[in-house]
C-alpha cells in the first residue's frame, strides 16, 4: 500500500466553525488530491497540488482551501464550515503525470452538525 | 471535455456466477481509463487501468476489463464471483490532466 495517512480519520463539528484535515505522504510524489465522497457522486475534487506551494483549484472548491508547505503534507481547510460539507473525504496522490494512478488514503468522515 | 457513465448502480450475483459492471465514456482526449474498488469504510484501491497498450486489461483479483473504442466502452468482468468481491466499484476515465469519477455500482454476492 501507498504510504498515505489521513488525520483525523472522524470528525464531528459545529456549523461555523473551522475545521483542517491532513493529508500525509511518505512517497515523496508531486502530485496530491483533495476529493469528497457522496452518495450517488462517485468522488469529486475539491483542490489539488502538482508541488510546493503549487495548488489548483477543482471542480468543488467553493468553502474550502489548501495549503502545502512541504512535499509530504497537504492540508485542507474548510474555514467556516456548513452542514453541505458533511462528508467522506479522500486525499490522492499520484507519481508521475497528473494522469498517472491515483493511491488514495484511507478517508476522513466529517459531519457538521 | 469527458465523463463517465456507469450503466447499473447495483448490481447482484451469485457466488460463483459471472460478474460484469458496465461503463461508457466520452472524452476529447486519448484518455487513461482505470477501475477502482472500494471496501465498506476503506479508500479506492485500484482493480486494474487502460493506457493505450492491449486493449483487453488484466488486474487483480481475476478482474479483467476490455477497451472498446468503437463503443467507447470499458466493462469490468470477473468469471466467478466470491464473496469478498463485495463492494464498491468506480470506472474513471483520465484526459487532459484531469480525472472524472463515475457514480459507482454496488456489487452485491449472494451465497
Known amino acids: 500500500d501507498a504510504g498515505i495517512t489521513q488525520s483525523p480519520r472522524h470528525k464531528v463539528t459545529e456549523t461555523g466553525t473551522p475545521v483542517t484535515l491532513r493529508c500525509h505522504q511518505t512517497?515523496?510524489?508531486?502530485?496530491m488530491y483533495w476529493y469528497r465522497q457522496d452518495p450517488g457522486h462517485g468522488l469529486r475534487l475539491i483542490h489539488y497540488?502538482?508541488?510546493?506551494?503549487?495548488?489548483d483549484k477543482g471542480e468543488v472548491s467553493d468553502g474550502y482551501s489548501v495549503s502545502r508547505s512541504k512535499t509530504e503534507d497537504f492540508l485542507l481547510t474548510l474555514e467556516s464550515a456548513t452542514s453541505s460539507q458533511t462528508s467522506v473525504y479522500f486525499c490522492?496522490?499520484?507519481?508521475?503525470?497528473?494522469?498517472?494512478?491515483?493511491?488514495f488514503g484511507p478517508g476522513t468522515r466529517l459531519t457538521v452538525l | 471535455a469527458q465523463s463517465v457513465t456507469q450503466l447499473d448502480s447495483h448490481v447482484s450475483v451469485s457466488e460463483g456466477t459471472p460478474v460484469l459492471l458496465r461503463c461508457n465514456y466520452s472524452s476529447s482526449y486519448s484518455p487513461s481509463l482505470f477501475w477502482y474498488v472500494q471496501h465498506p469504510n476503506k479508500g479506492l484501491q485500484l482493480l486494474l487501468k487502460y493506457t493505450s497498450a492491449a486493449t483487453l486489461v488484466k488486474g487483480i483479483n481475476g478482474f479483467e476489463a476490455e477497451f472498446k473504442k468503437s463503443e467507447t466502452s470499458f466493462h469490468l468482468t470477473k468469471p466467478s464471483a466470491h464473496m469478498s468481491d463485495a463492494a464498491e466499484y468506480f470506472c474513471v476515465v483520465t484526459g487532459g490532466g484531469k480525472s472524472t469519477f463515475g457514480d459507482g455500482t454496488t456489487l452485491t454476492v449472494k451465497p
Open positions: 497540488s502538482y508541488g510546493v506551494k503549487d495548488t
Open positions: 490522492a496522490i499520484t507519481s508521475g503525470t497528473k494522469t498517472d494512478t491515483q493511491y
Open positions: 512517497e515523496n510524489h508531486r502530485y
